[in-house]
């Protein structure tokens, strides 16, 4: 960055000492260089976004050949250092660097420059500074981690991405008397696990085996993450005999293809959103004093989750954790409207998600399993009917299941219990405590936002992550308090820009928002100060940065994250917390999936992590990190 081939010595200014000639011009005239030190930029990302903004435009008018604003320093103690001068009030400090050129070595207010310009020694032996080599910029997110991890580290972002931690091959490699967990906080590599996973059984399949089909299933909660794991997996298994192992596909598609092979049909699957609004007024046309909400959640998480089929069996059943208490009187009546309203469903020929996983695994348990093996990730956000459907896809056996997942990162209200369901995996479960895709310090300052809560993992225990730590060590995460929405627009842009001019791929910075118009918001600021964009669930290498909503950070990894409008009422969404007013279950269930929700947006970030608010943060953000936006200038100052 700030790497200048233009700039000479202006009329009445000591010219500086020339370096070899430049590839840019040919060999045709010497000219000297600017650069930066390598810890530069970490004490520039602080400043507030006007003086950086400035800093940035004096400097690029400087690489040009302006040297209107660069001055000598009376009395330095290195002849050579210079100044340039930012505004009124600040100044850079330039010393010495490579080949006779200049280094810019410190950004102060007026008099703090001049101390440190005047006091700054010429190095021993003749050394120079030296600007950071072009193939790790300077100012880039620094992330140092044990001996085992450097060379990884060293890695383009794209390979870490595949990078699976030495420790963890013994379980990749493992054979199970059954099913298999393995669960862990963000960071501990449990998706790259069930990549590796996918691979090794896939290979063993085909040095074992006869016939050739696919006996391997991996399969995940988004169609994003299901194609960004095909497509690394395509690298962990060149050889097209063993990736021909291997299907990738959501639980969604997959149930689809299931429904539609055996009987024909396409579902139209109607998302919960949609079909709250139909069953909203249906209910109201019929008089009912329930909401749509209430009874789409009731069929999906009651009806369908313990695949109820009888009123004498919803009568009797357990409602615990649904916002609203139910009496045995009263639910004939819910019964025979859930019963009129899917029937409905089915002359249109509509299906809600879970609905197509019952009918698929309905189907399954008549024709028999279809693989060897199954792979699953982000397993907590399953529902029940899904799980259903995967203990009838593969045999009950040796490695028959192999499940990851993470239940502070549920953003679902779907609660399962896997025993239940026909999935042992008592003695088969595997806890990673120790994470080396996400800094000590984005932990620090991510994990006190979930609270004292445990969660109940997948085997029916409690999960906390006691003992959980780092092995990787980063810059400290930054909350920025803005003014407002233009102030915070104006900050996340600098920023990012910061990031991208210290040589991180645009495609390894994400900035997300808890809401559509938050996106939509902050992508127009991006794009209008020239940084491209791209949705965050494009499956393309569009050099862009990725921008979208919290939810599509799910199963992602980034170098850099910026979470934007972490402000009071946008988290938790007002709306959310009106229709669980008056029901304490309901209300801590929002407080909680927005909780889990914030956690795993921080979380995705492996070296940076940016997070702003205007007016009040969210109740949801930690109160000992919280400055407002006058105490953040002073800090940065």
């Known amino acids: 960055m700030f790497i200048s081939e233009g700039r000479r010595a202006g009329p009445g200014r000591p010219a500086l000492a020339p370096t070899a000639p430049s590839q840019a011009t040919g060999g045709k005239k010497d000219v000297p260089k600017l650069a930066i030190t390598p810890t530069f930029l970490s004490d520039f990302s602080r400043l507030d976004p006007g003086v950086r903004s400035a800093a940035l435009t004096v400097v690029q008018a400087f690489m040009g050949g302006d040297e209107s604003r660069l001055e000598a320093v009376a009395d330095a103690a290195d002849p050579r250092t210079r100044l340039l001068r930012i505004g009124p009030e600040w100044a850079g400090v330039l010393a010495p660097g490579s080949g006779g050129g200049l280094c810019l070595v410190g950004l102060r207010r007026q008099d703090d420059a001049l101390a440190m310009a005047r006091d700054r020694t010429a190095p021993e032996d003749g050394a120079e500074l030296a600007p950071a080599p072009l193939s790790a910029p300077a100012g880039a997110p620094r992330v140092t981690g044990p001996d085992e991890l450097a060379a990884d580290l060293g890695k383009s972002f794209d390979e870490w991405q595949v990078t699976l931690h030495p420790n963890q091959h013994r379980i990749v490699d493992a054979r199970y008397a059954g099913s298999a967990q393995i669960s862990g906080g963000p960071g501990t590599g449990k998706t790259v696990l069930a990549l590796h996973r996918a691979a090794h059984l896939a290979s063993r399949e085909t040095s074992e085996a006869t016939e050739h089909r696919r006996t391997v299933l991996l399969t995940t909660y988004n169609r994003l993450l299901a194609q960004t794991l095909s497509g690394q997996l395509d690298r962990l298994l060149p050889d097209p005999r063993v990736r021909a192992r291997v299907e990738v596909v959501t639980i969604d598609s997959l149930a689809r293809s299931i429904v539609h092979e055996h009987t024909g049909l396409i579902p139209d699957a109607l998302g919960r959103d ?59 009546q819910v019964w025979d409207a859930l019963r009129r309203y899917t029937a409905a469903m089915r002359v249109a020929g509509e299906w809600s998600y879970p609905q197509t996983a019952l009918t698929a695994a309905e189907h399954l348990g008549r024709v028999g399993p279809r693989y060897r093996h199954v792979v699953v990730d982000e397993a907590q956000d399953l529902h029940p009917a899904q799980w259903r459907l995967l203990r009838a896809a593969v045999p009950e056996g040796p490695d028959d299941l192999f499940i990851v997942g993470d239940p502070h990162q549920r953003i679902s209200d779907n609660r399962v219990s896997l025993a239940s369901l026909g999935i042992n995996v008592r003695g088969r479960g595997h806890r990673l405590r120790m994470s080396y895709r ?43 308090g803005c003014r407002d929405r233009a102030d915070e627009r104006a900050a996340l842009a600098e920023w990012v820009r910061v990031w991208l001019e210290a040589g991180v791929a645009p495609a390894s910075v994400a900035v997300a928002g808890r809401n559509q118009w938050v996106v939509r918001h902050m992508t127009k600021e991006l794009q209008a100060r020239g940084i491209p964009t791209a949705p965050l669930d494009a499956v393309d ?22 979470v934007v409008g972490v402000s009071e009422p946008l988290l938790p969404p007002k709306a959310a917390l009106d229709a669980a007013e008056g029901d304490p279950v309901a209300l801590e269930q929002v407080h909680q999936q927005e909780r889990n929700l914030l956690f795993l947006a921080c979380t995705r970030a492996r070296d940076a992590l940016y997070v702003s608010y205007v007016g009040a943060p969210s109740r949801l953000v930690p109160h000992g990190v919280v400055r407002s936006a006058d105490e953040e200038e002073a800090a940065a100052v």
């Open 274 to 332: 949609e079909l709250a609004e139909r069953w909203r007024e249906a209910a109201a046309a019929d008089g009912l004093p329930y909401s749509g909400r209430f009874l789409a959640d009731e069929w999906e998480q009651v009806v369908l989750a313990q695949n109820l089929t009888r009123l004498s069996d919803y009568v009797r059943c357990e409602r615990s954790g649904r916002m609203l208490h139910l009496a045995p009187e009263h639910r004939p």
């Open 438 to 480: 996400v800094t000590q310090e984005i932990l620090d300052w991510a994990v006190p936002i979930l609270g004292r809560r445990a969660e109940v993992g997948l085997d029916d225990d409690a999960d906390t992550l006691t003992g959980y730590r780092s092995l990787l060590h980063g810059p400290e995460p930054v909350l920025r």
């Open 541 to 562: 290498a569009t050099p862009a940065v990725r921008v979208g909503t919290m939810h599509k950070l799910k199963g992602q990894e980034f170098r850099c994250v910026a």
